[in-house]
């Protein structure tokens, strides 16, 4: 999820990048963060829980461990 500065601690993991886009897809909307590495990370939330930053912006990911699953390469 975005952290702000209130929410910021409590998480297991958090990273920082900037906000590179945002993608509708009815309900949900989709955010690709480019993060300090170079990797993009996808944020899914739904639309009623929208983040309102912009495009370019520096933003803070953080996720605890029990909401994380690993997608094995093929």
């Known amino acids: ?3 702000s500065g209130e929410d910021a601690g409590g998480m297991d993991f958090s990273v920082r990048g900037i906000l590179r886009d945002e ?10 963060v480019e993060i300090e ?3 993009r990370v996808t944020v899914e939330k ?3 829980d929208r983040f309102h930053g912009e495009s370019g912006s520096s933003v803070t990911l953080g996720w ?3 909401h994380s699953h690993f997608i094995k390469e093929t």
């Open 1 to 3: 999820r975005f952290l």
């Open 23 to 32: 993608f509708a897809f009815g309900s949900r909307l989709q955010y690709e």
């Open 37 to 39: 590495s170079g990797a």
């Open 46 to 48: 739904l639309r009623e």
């Open 64 to 66: 605890n461990s029990v």
